[in-house]
């Protein structure tokens, strides 16, 4: 199945422009029906794959404190 850009870059949840940076440096194939562009959904996995974070063992089985801050800024 093939989706428009914007389509692809909602799914993704980033901007257009930013999608376009990854199809014009070929990390997100595309195909080009007349003078549209299209994405597949089996790439877009493919991509998401590809740019998914592994969590470190260790961060992942943190204690939260309750009344600490959670990260730098917040409170």
């Not at 997100?28 to 493919?46: A, Q």
Request: hydrophobic share 35%; aromatic share 2%; net charge neutral.
């Amino acid at each position: 199945m093939l989706v428009t850009v914007s389509e692809a870059a909602g799914l993704l949840g980033i901007a257009r422009s930013h999608l376009y940076l990854h199809l014009q440096s070929g990390s997100l194939p595309s195909v080009r029906i007349g003078r549209c562009r299209r994405v597949s959904m089996s790439d877009l996995d493919d991509f998401i794959a590809s740019h998914r974070e592994d969590v470190d063992q260790e961060s992942s089985q943190a204690v939260l404190t309750p009344g600490l801050p959670i990260g730098p800024g917040r409170r």
